[in-house]
């Protein structure tokens, strides 16, 4: 969900900001997540008296049946469940108030304008914490060797490019351009071929300098400092 979801610093907790075109992509994966979760909280109930068992004879005069949950009721204790919101004002505040709804109608437009220029701002820093971490993954350390990257860094950097187009609701085109130019550098990079090709290493850490310096760089400069952070791994 974080690597799909839209950045945004303002949406509530257990929330994300989705672009609806996502959103049949995340259902999908949940209604799988949901059914193999569900493989494995029949597995767990059926272990469970078992392992009740096990702890009595381990813990003795010390073990408590109250202190844990009657076989019976273990598997509702387990639930798993989401919902798409929509940020509105309720058509019923105008019956009360004509003059608080039209303000409060205000400060959502204004909140709204507030979030797409988060999630601008969001995807040009994310680029970029990418790249940058490509870039240290890609050098070589003070011994001579080349530093150990993991596969999973390029292929989430690939996802999220692929994901882009989607994610860039505004439209803004200098994003469009960055993701462009991006995606063309890490076509047909293999992580395989890095760790033995010191060549094609150093000249994918080239194009991504050229990119970070050229393209990138600029673009951090000419806003608002951030207000949120991403979980790369």
């Not at 997540?33 to 005069?61: D, F, N």
């Amino acid at each position: 969900m974080k690597n799909l979801a839209l950045p945004a610093a303002d949406v509530q907790r257990g929330c994300y900001l989705l672009p609806v075109s996502i959103v049949p992509v995340i259902d999908e994966q949940l209604i799988n997540l949901s059914t193999e979760r569900e493989k494995l909280v029949e597995s767990y109930v059926t272990i469970y008296p078992q392992r009740m068992s096990e702890a009595q004879s381990r813990l003795g005069q010390l073990f408590d049946i109250h202190d844990y949950i009657p076989p019976a009721d273990v598997k509702s204790t387990f639930k798993m469940e989401w919902t798409y919101l929509e940020p509105t004002v309720s058509s019923g505040l105008k019956e009360i108030s004509r003059h608080i709804f039209d303000r409060e109608i205000k400060k959502m437009g204004a909140k709204c304008q507030e979030m797409l220029a988060q999630v601008e701002c969001g995807l040009v820093d994310y680029m970029q914490e990418f790249t940058d971490q490509l870039i240290t993954c890609l050098s070589i350390k003070s011994d001579g060797k080349p530093k150990i990257f993991r596969a999973s860094v390029i292929e989430n950097f690939k996802e999220f490019l692929t994901q882009l187009p989607q994610m860039n609701i505004t439209n803004n085109e200098k994003i469009t351009e960055l993701g462009n130019k991006a995606k063309a550098i890490m076509e047909g990079v293999d992580p395989k071929v890095l760790r033995k090709d010191m060549d094609v290493r150093s000249a994918l850490k080239l194009r991504l300098k050229d990119l970070k310096e050229v393209d990138l760089d600029p673009v951090i400069q000419d806003r608002p400092e951030r207000k949120f952070s991403f979980d790369l791994d």
